[in-house]
């Protein structure tokens, strides 16, 4: 498993003060995950390089609206949402408002992913991330690409803790099933 | 075995090479963002410019109000009326004037000389006269 270093020492007051090397820095470290939550949330590669570019311009802009330095990535992020969320009002709502009606879970454990997934599995997991209704599959994304904590992924898709903790436990259960009935085939 | 999170990162790699594009301009935009900031001589002097042309329309107005004033002022200094304040029959003639004069002297020296002063004799007065009041006093002895 790679490790998604939390706490990393991320250059954030140098790219604060303009250093263009503290911004390549922190772009080269966020860029792919960037670019894997926007196009499995739009399917479409043009869109999600737009997204990504955007993205980071508006990081650059609005650096000084970001409050505690240790939550640039989650703050990236959450621009990188509203810029997704925007594309979804243009186009249709429909897909949007497909929410899904689950309780919250009594018991949740929001602890480091311990999901694996076996090489012949990897197909069906990614099939099964694209059925996942859009906002199950953001939090999922958001979970599995840094492993943002519930209240960051609350605030980087702007909706409840609830609401978090909902959705992420209907997707973690269902990709269990998958590979429960994938090792059972076998 | 593979997290989640590697196989999104794998399945994607391919895209590595555009992000590096559009990281790059970002970060070129991040420079040009860092210099925008950072106010040059230039930028200085442009600035004053801008001020001053904002300012236009009220140097315009100034400059305005001080025509007025100046039209004014020079209207006045030529006007007639000014001139002809004093009316001419009003003027007293050199005869009274001399008069009066004379008066007021012999008043002055009522004032400066003793009361016996006057028992013992007009005194000519040291004051130096002007010289049309001796043609006049010689005229009139």
Known sequence: MLVVAEREQLPVPQARAGEPAAWDALFHRYQLPLYVYVFELVHDEQASLDVVQETFIAAVRHIGSLRDDAKFGSWLFGIAHQKCAQRWRKQSREEMLREEIAESPDEFADGPDELLIRREQEAGFMKLLNQLPLPQRAVLLLHHLEDFSLEEIARITNTPLGTVKSRLYHAKRALRKLILKNENAT | ?141
């Open chain 2, 1 to 141: 075995m593979k997290t989640p999170r590697e196989i999104l990162l794998e399945r994607h790699q391919a895209a590595e090479s555009k992000l590096d594009a559009i990281r790059q301009s970002a970060v070129a935009a991040a420079c040009d963002r860092r210099k925008a900031n950072s106010p040059t001589v230039i930028d200085r002097r442009y600035n004053w410019r801008e001020f001053l042309f904002s300012l236009r329309w009220h140097f315009a107005a100034l400059s305005a109000v001080w025509l007025v004033i100046a039209f004014l002022g020079l209207t006045a200094a030529h006007s007639p009326s000014l001139t002809a304040a004093v009316p001419a029959q009003k003027i007293p003639s050199a005869q009274i004037i001399m008069a009066s004069l004379r008066e007021n002297r012999r008043q002055l020296l009522e004032l400066i000389q003793p009361a016996d002063a006057h028992e013992t004799g007009p005194v000519r007065l040291l004051v130096p006269q002007p010289r049309s009041q001796r043609r006049y006093e010689t005229l009139t002895a």
